[in-house]
Structure formats: structure tokens, C-alpha cells
């Protein structure tokens, strides 16, 4: 196998937005001036569109899913790239209207061939961009995969190295698509490299969180991927990423490399005066926070000696040696002795790689794709502040007892027994073959033969006298939520139900206040725009009258109205945590109902394991977005009480549930 020395630099050199436009002096607004396409360009751009939609909806209609889905997903992911830079304007140099000409005709040359059944540029080497269907949205998303020279083998898995791009201020659909389409792998090159899209520049939080893992999935679907050996790489706005995604989950990457980036939020993006709930929320995305969770995989940290974002890694470096960690620097070169850190400053570099610290970074990802992730430690040492985020190695925390509130399990591996201590820790889950007991904040408990059925990990809840291990009906009813509390998956925030399929729904019937119908309406009509602009999605959207039980069944459900105009409101209001009626709205306080509405999320009284979100898309907006993506946190919480008549619109009242949804 190569050092994967060549394949670093070429990947940071593909797209060169990781580098160049990624730096904090750089997280400016997407630029306002862009050109306006020649007419006879925008005519043509019409025509190849509509002549690729005919084809595909002929294509479609022979199709047989599921793979097959990924192969019309190629294709179409041209026309939406289309359809997107034309919809939001976004040809920022003439050479972008001449890559949208560009992206049609190879996709109208796709479904051509596909038309024959056949799929060239799913077995091509080199690089290929290709797309796949979200199931947040439905959209068709693009990735791009560089496959060795030589193809790929037959008769073995190989090394996947994901690759996360830095804040491209002229980034779209369009150039994505372009830069990743054609160019031939580097020479040596012995394992796949995915670029991820992430839905744009969001810092790979929330959709962008869950693109990630969607199109590794879609990389697995068509090639042969070892699942031991999967390396996650970034720089800059993908630096942040890969802190991100490395600390809060620990066991999917073999090894993981995080350039420059930002590791913290309140002092990189100069913030003073938080709320209450979003000193709270903060936590969930503060990778120094989650800093422990290096123990747990192998990690390296870059930045130059020139680059203001080298402080990402320093910050880092500072939470693991105040954990007790040692850290030895040596020069430029600092590494763990008793925790498999690698830390590399670029000499005199600015908010670049150079070949030197390249060739460490390489060589250290090599050392550990030999033998892949280690699946069963002797010792996880895991942090969590959010059940969002529950899972190190063979272990789980199921519950939480308070969220946002720093949650630790150490638990180690001795002479057949599991050792565990923990801190803000309900419910926990271990993986049974790891020992045949354990020995849980000093609580002697069956682990192989545990009483819990043939589940391949036991469930140990927390009691006032101490631990128990419960038996299989138990264990079954956490699993899907029987008892009614915060869970993996049910745990909120309000932007938690924007990670996974969701449905935005209408009201049609009789509002009980036309004032705050006509305020949901915009609230509803603003998300979409966003969504679509900011989170490079399609807005899934019904009226109440056409949801169907597999909509309810299958997604979250966003609300928009009051009990009077949306049938699903009236349905839902008895299993939430509020009173409303015509005349006040209660949450935490008492309102007037004529001059006030709820935004919440909690568990749909209506199907399992589902979110129920009212009036609210994501609690921050437009001007998040437009800033550094590191304001991309929690701004509401669970729930909040807005005045409709506020221009501000600054929620009267905001904050968390407890952990059985309730209030405080």
C-alpha cells in the first residue's frame, strides 16, 4: 500500500476550496456580485434540462430499485444542479454557466447509456462524481469517489479515506460536480478516497452531519469497502469537521485527521452574552468538550505555524493534558504517550499543508489502515453531553440523567470482567462478549450470562440503591422508547428532527387565530428558502389532508398552525407538553393565545420512535449561515413562546425538557 503521501496533497490540491477559502479570516458571506449568464446560455441551459428530465422520466419508469436508484441518482444529480444554480443565482464567474452546460450534457450522455442498462462511470477509474437520495429530504445529493488505477479488486476490500472539503465562499452543486469529475487517481493510490459534499458549507452539522454517513453508505452500496479501515480527513471548515465527527463518532474511523479547523465556538466566532439555553446547547458541537473521546481513535492534529486556526489543535492538546493525558512535543511534532495522539505544525506555513507535515499525517494513517479499528478495546474512556451522540466502541450510554450536562463511562477490560465507573449516567448498554461480569460503580452485575434474552448487549439501569441489570422485556422497552424519556435518536434539540426524514405539513382547516396562521405560513415559507439555499435541500411539504399513516409512521412530523387550522395539531396537542386552547397557551408561563405561538419538539403522539416539531424550522437562520458556520448551534432548545407581533422575533421563553419531556 502507498503512503498515501501523493494522495494527501492531490486530494487537498482537487478542490482547492479546502485550502484556500477555508481560513477564519475567510468566513465571510458567499459573494453578493455574481454575473449574469448570456441569454442564449440560460435558453440552452433550459433546453438540456428539460430534454434530461424527459429522459430521465423514461429512464425511471423501466428502473428497478435499490441499486439501480443509485445509477438514476448519477444522473439526476446533474439536473438538480442545475435547477439550484439558476433558482438561488449563483454563477459567480462566466466559467460556471459553461460547467452547468457542461454537467447537463454528461448527464443527458448517462442516461443514454443508462437507457441501454448500461453504467460505465460506476466501474471508472479515476475521479467520478455521482449522487445518491437523502432520506432527510428526498433530494438527490452529490458525492464524488476516486477509485484506483487498476479498478477494483475483486476478491478484497479496501481503505476508505473520507475527505471533508473547507468553506468554499462560490461553492455549489455545479462547481462540486465539476472539479471531481475526470481526473485520474494519483499514482500509487491503493484504496478509495469519497469527497463529501455535506450539503455545503454547514461545517458538516445537522444534514450536513448526516450527508457524511449517507454518502459513505452510498460509497458501500457500489464498492467494496473494508469497514475497519475508514479514515476521515479535513481541512480547514473540514478540519472542523473532523474534529466534529472523530470525537462524537469514535468507533466508525480507523484513524483521523483534523486540519486547522475550530474547536470551540465562544471565542472563535466572539461571542458574549449567551442565553441560558444556548450556554447549554453550545456543548453539543464543542469538540474541546468532547476532547476525552481522543482516547477512544486515533487522532491527528494540523495546523500551520503561520495559521490562526493552529489554536483548534492547541486547544485540543490543552483539554487532553488538563484529562491527565501526556503529551511530549518534540519541535514541531507533539504525540501522546499514553494516548494515540499525533499533533504536526507545518514550518513557517500558513493555512496550508506542507509536504513534510504531509508525509507524518500519511504515515501515521498508513500505521493504523494495516490492522483497521480496534472493534474491542481493553479500556473506552467516552464523554457525552447528548445521547445524540451515545456510542464508543462496545459500549452505549442509553439514558442520561441530566443532557448538556457532562456524562463519562471509563470502563476497562480485566482478567475477564469488565471495570466501569460513570457520572451522569442512567442507562447503560454493554456489548456481552467483552467479559462475563461486571463490576459497575462498584456494583457486582452479570454481563455474558445476563437474564436479557439473546440482545447482543445488556442494559444496566441506575437505581437509588445502586445498578441493576434488566432482563429482556426491559431492555426491549428502552430500546424503543416504552418508557417515555430522552433516547438515542428522541433526544431534541428542535434542529434534531431536521438529521432525518422529515415532512413539513400545512394546515388547511379553520385557524382558531388567523394572525398566527399567517405567522406560521411565513415561518414555513422562510425555512423553505433556507433549506433550500443554506442546507442545499428540497423542502419536503404536504397540507394536513394528504399526510398519509406511512408519512406518520416514517417521518418527522413539523407542524405549522394551531389545533384549529392543522387537523395533525388537534391530533397530536394531548401527548404534548402544553396546554393550549383558544383562549391562553401555556408553556412554562401562561400566554394569550390571539398574540402568541409555541415552537417545540418532542416525541409524536402518533407513531414510535418519531418527532413532533411545532411552528419551527432551525432555531438559527440566514445570518448563521452567512457568518462562520460555527454559530450552527442550538438557539432555542427544546421549546420557546414567541410573540407574533415581535419584528425581533426573540423568543419570550425558551429552554429544555427534562429528560421525561417534561418541564422542569
Known amino acids: 500500500m502507498m503512503s498515501f503521501k501523493g494522495l494527501l496533497a492531490a486530494s487537498l490540491g482537487l478542490l482547492s476550496l479546502a485550502t484556500s477559502q477555508g481560513d477564519a479570516r475567510a468566513q465571510a458571506p458567499p459573494p453578493s456580485a455574481t454575473i449574469e449568464p448570456k441569454a442564449e446560455q440560460l435558453a440552452a441551459i433550459a433546453a438540456k434540462s428539460d430534454e434530461l428530465e424527459k429522459a430521465l422520466v423514461s429512464i425511471e419508469r423501466g428502473i428497478v430499485p435499490p441499486k439501480s436508484a443509485d445509477l438514476v441518482a448519477d444522473v439526476r444529480v446533474y439536473l438538480r444542479a442545475a435547477r439550484l444554480i439558476v433558482e438561488h443565482g449563483e454563477f459567480y464567474t462566466p466559467a460556471y454557466a459553461d460547467w452547468t452546460l457542461e454537467g447537463l450534457g454528461r448527464g443527458l450522455d448517462r442516461a443514454g447509456k443508462l437507457a441501454h442498462r448500461e453504467s460505465p462511470w460506476a466501474t471508472a477509474e479515476g475521479s467520478t462524481a455521482r449522487g445518491y437520495v437523502s432520506r432527510v429530504d428526498g433530494s438527490i445529493q452529490p458525492y464524488a469517489v476516486v477509485v484506483p488505477a487498476g479498478g477494483v479488486p475483486a476478491d478484497r476490500k479496501l481503505r476508505l479515506d473520507v475527505v ?11 462547481s462540486f460536480l465539476h472539479a471531481h469529475q475526470g481526473k485520474p487517481a494519483p499514482a500509487g493510490q491503493a484504496g478509495l478516497v469519497l469527497h463529501v459534499f455535506g450539503r455545503g458549507n454547514n461545517a458538516y452539522r445537522w444534514a450536513g452531519e448526516t450527508d457524511v454517513f449517507e454518502a459513505i453508505e452510498a460509497v458501500k452500496r457500489n464498492y467494496p469497502v473494508d469497514d475497519r479501515r475508514v479514515v476521515l480527513r479535513g481541512f480547514s471548515m473540514g478540519g472542523a469537521g473532523a474534529w466534529h465527527l472523530g470525537l462524537h463518532h469514535p468507533a466508525a474511523w ?3 485527521e483534523a486540519g486547522a479547523g475550530f474547536t470551540e465556538t465562544k471565542r472563535y466566532a466572539k461571542l458574549a452574552n449567551l442565553t441560558e439555553v444556548e450556554a447549554r446547547g453550545i456543548h453539543l458541537y464543542e469538540s474541546v468538550d468532547h476532547a476525552l473521546n481522543a482516547f477512544n481513535v486515533p487522532m491527528a492534529g494540523y495546523g500551520g505555524e503561520d495559521d490562526p486556526q493552529l489554536k483548534a489543535s492547541r486547544n485540543i492538546e490543552e483539554a ?47 500505521e493504523h489502515a494495516k490492522d483497521g479499528a480496534n472493534l474491542e478495546p481493553a479500556r473506552v474512556r467516552f464523554v457525552t453531553y447528548s445521547l445524540k451522540y451515545p456510542k464508543a466502541a462496545w459500549l452505549a450510554v442509553e439514558r442520561m440523567g441530566e443532557h448538556y450536562t457532562r456524562a463519562t463511562v471509563d470502563a476497562r477490560v480485566e482478567g475477564g470482567s469488565v471495570i466501569a465507573t460513570t457520572e451522569n449516567v442512567a442507562v447503560l448498554s454493554v456489548q456481552r462478549q467483552v467479559g462475563e461480569t461486571i463490576k459497575l460503580d462498584g456494583d457486582e452485575l452479570p454481563l455474558k450470562l445476563a437474564a436479557s434474552g439473546l440482545l447482543p448487549s445488556v442494559y444496566y439501569q441506575k437505581r437509588a440503591k445502586g445498578w441493576e441489570v434488566l432482563d429482556h422485556e426491559a431492555s426491549r422497552g428502552l430500546q424503543e422508547n416504552l418508557d417515555g424519556t430522552k433516547a438515542p435518536g428522541l433526544q431534541g434539540p428542535i434542529d434534531d428532527a431536521f438529521t432525518g426524514p422529515f415532512l413539513c405539513v400545512r394546515g388547511t382547516g379553520t385557524p382558531w387565530n388567523p394572525a398566527l396562521q399567517a405567522w406560521a405560513d411565513a415561518r414555513l415559507d422562510r425555512f423553505s428558502k433556507d433549506w433550500s439555499k443554506w442546507m442545499r435541500g428540497d423542502l419536503p411539504v404536504k397540507d394536513d389532508a394528504q399526510v398519509t399513516e406511512a408519512d406518520i409512521a416514517g417521518k418527522n412530523l413539523i407542524l405549522f398552525g394551531d389545533p384549529g387550522s392543522n387537523s395533525l395539531i388537534a391530533r397530536s396537542l394531548s401527548g404534548l407538553p402544553l396546554t393550549w386552547t383558544r383562549e391562553s397557551l401555556r408553556l412554562r408561563n401562561t400566554y394569550d393565545a390571539a398574540t402568541h405561538s409555541p415552537a417545540l419538539i ?21 445570518s448563521a449561515f452567512k457568518g462562520t458556520n460555527a454559530l450552527l448551534y442550538p438557539q432555542l432548545g427544546d421549546y420557546a413562546v414567541f410573540e407574533l407581533a415581535d419584528p425581533n422575533q426573540k423568543a419570550k421563553v425558551a429552554g429544555f425538557f427534562d429528560e421525561r419531556w417534561r418541564l422542569p
Not at 501522546?336 to 506542507?354: E, F, N, R, S, W
Not at 418532542?602 to 440566514?622: C, D, E, I, K, Q
Open 164 to 174: 471533508l472539503h473547507g468553506r468554499g465562499a462560490t461553492l455549489n452543486e455545479v
Open 254 to 256: 480507523s484513524s483521523v
Open 320 to 366: 487532553l493534558r488538563t484529562l491527565g493525558f501526556a503529551l511530549k512535543a518534540d519541535g514541531l511534532v507533539t504525540r501522546g504517550t499514553d494516548i494515540d495522539y499525533l499533533g504536526v505544525v507545518g514550518a513557517k506555513m500558513g493555512h496550508k499543508v506542507d509536504p513534510a507535515s504531509a508525509a507524518l499525517l500519511a504515515a501515521f494513517h498508513d
Open 602 to 622: 418532542a416525541p409524536s403522539p402518533l407513531a414510535r420512535g418519531r418527532y413532533v416539531v411545532l411552528n419551527s424550522g432551525h432555531t438559527f437562520g440566514a
